[in-house]
Nanobody, 116 residues
């Protein structure tokens, strides 16, 4: 079973930056989407960003222009560069990999806290 492990979360002041990483335990075949989602306790999971098999990137409205998603195809590592962070970006960030054949993988998440 493929495992996804996120890292790079932490505590940062408003206006600061963090870079999240998501590494897979083994090579994943037939990926068509790799993305980031976030969630606060008691709230629904929110879409943050996705990059598809063609390299097209899409972002949630609240992060567009501040966050950048990227993927290292050599090892299927996913990144999220987060700049100009705001307190409302505080959440648990999880990575997701969707594959052809209806396979869907999730990481455990990494906490991002933005506070003065």
């Amino acid at each position: 079973q493929v495992q996804l492990v996120e890292s790079g979360g932490g505590l940062v002041q408003p206006g600061g930056s963090l870079r999240l990483s998501c590494a897979a335990s083994e090579r994943i075949l037939d990926i068509y989407n790799m993305g980031w989602y976030r969630q606060l306790p008691g709230k629904e999971r929110e879409f943050v960003a996705v990059v598809n098999v063609d390299g097209d990137r899409h972002y949630g409205d609240s992060v567009r222009g501040r966050f950048t998603i990227s993927r290292d195809r050599s090892n299927d590592t996913l990144y999220l560069q987060m700049n100009n962070l705001k307190p409302e970006d505080t959440a648990v960030y999880s990575c997701n990999v969707q594959c052809y054949g209806n396979l869907d993988y999730w990481g455990q998440g990494t906490q991002v806290t933005v506070t003065a």
